[in-house]
């Protein structure tokens, strides 16, 4: 239940929903100069892993290969096999500290040199789950099985239960991911909705933030560590909730102790707070570019939109408890309004249903989406 790694994926337009390769070279250098290049694998996905894939005639070709090599997993497409020219190729690869995975792999007498070279094996356990012999001759050889196509939770309990220990597909995005693991913290449930609630007043009361925040000594380590980190720092050590607030601007606090309480109140979180975020920050670029004013609140109207999962209750019950004015309730409940139509823009982002879109305004939200990106993994390697 840890964010450790992402794939870079491939899409041809604005509007596909899925890949279409005619080119498999051309498709890994844009995919390869847009992540490692122009944005910067560290702006990208902070400290995790990034899976990459790459065909066979380019694992031929170093020169071609992305740089930060620590950090990136090549992934070995399934119709490669183990003749001698692959084998030399993976061999330099691993001794240049890359991690190699084979992606969707099938036991055969031609792929069965590549298991000598892997570090990562990627099964697709949508498909067929591999017989417990050939789970057991991976696990043998130390290879770390990851399993693809996870959908659900009771595929991915399956999956624990037969060894994996990576597991990728849409299961963490979904609600029900929640009763993995049925833990929270000994917080008040009431006092956590009046800190929110209070976070969305549009003249800030100090003396009500700070007494409410004080109640909560995690909170309150979080905040001032947060406040002190590099990315944050001022000229002076902040050593109080009250300095906290003057100092970085009650904008600012907003969203940061929302993070922090959202970050705490459920371990499941670490893996859906980066999107909410993301979200968040995109709503916020957006409206400061077509409004020119209310970029914060579109900031909260974007993370509010994932309450529903990130507290457990449905957004219409939130809406309600956190006193929302008619403007933000709309554009969460119903996508309507300026902010509604920021967030409605932005969700077809994340889920690449563009249609109709030009091709400017696909540019500038791919912009907003990786400096959206960066500041979500600054926040979250303080926080989490």
């Known amino acids: 239940m840890k964010h450790v790694a992402d794939e870079l994926l491939y899409r041809s337009s604005s509007d596909a929903t899925s890949a279409f390769i005619d080119d498999p070279i051309m498709a890994t250098a844009r995919v390869c100069n847009a992540a490692f290049y122009e944005t910067g694998i560290e702006a990208l996905v902070g400290k995790r892993l990034v899976f990459f894939n790459a065909p066979r005639d380019w694992l031929l070709k170093a020169e071609l290969l992305p740089p930060c090599n620590q950090q990136v997993v090549i992934e ?45 094996i990627k099964l697709d356990v949508l498909s067929s789950v ?61 006092a956590q909705l009046r800190l929110l609630a209070a976070l969305q007043q549009p003249e800030p009361d100090f003396d009500a933030l700070e007494h409410l925040i004080a109640q909560d000594a995690q909170l309150c380590l979080r905040i001032l560590r947060l406040s002190n980190s590099a990315f944050y720092r001022r000229q002076m050590e902040i050593s109080s909730i009250r300095q906290a607030l003057l100092m970085l601007g009650f904008k600012q606090v907003r969203n940061l102790v929302t993070t922090l309480m959202l970050a705490d109140n459920h371990p499941c979180n670490t893996l859906i707070l980066p999107r909410a975020l993301i979200r968040a920050s995109m709503c916020e670029k957006i409206a400061t570019s077509a409004l020119k004013e209310g970029a914060s609140t579109a900031f909260m109207v974007g993370i509010l939109s994932m309450m529903d999962l990130l507290l457990d209750e449905s957004l219409e019950s939130l809406c309600e408890q956190l006193a929302l004015t008619e403007e933000v309730k709309v554009a969460i409940l119903y996508r309507q309004g300026q902010l509604g139509k920021i967030l409605k823009l932005t969700i077809a982002y994340e889920t690449a249903q563009l249609n109709g879109v030009n091709q400017k305004t696909v540019k500038q939200l791919n912009r907003y989406y990786f400096s959206s990106c960066e500041w979500a993994n600054t926040v979250l390697d303080a926080v989490v």
């Open 130 to 190: 591999p017989s417990a012999n050939q789970l057991e001759e991976y696990k043998r050889r130390g290879l770390v099985l990851l399993a693809e196509k996870v959908e659900d939770l009771d595929t991915f309990m399956q999956c624990v239960e037969l060894g994996f220990t990576l597991f990728q597909g849409y299961f963490y995005a979904k609600p029900e991911v929640k009763a993995a693991t049925v833990r929270r913290r000994a917080n008040n449930r009431a």
């Open 76 to 120: 070995i497409l399934e119709d490669v096999e183990g003749d001698k020219e692959i084998i030399a190729a993976l061999t330099k690869l691993r001794d240049q500290g890359f991690t190699i995975a084979l992606d969707d792999f099938v036991l055969t007498e031609e792929t069965q040199p590549l298991l000598d070279l892997a570090h990562i």
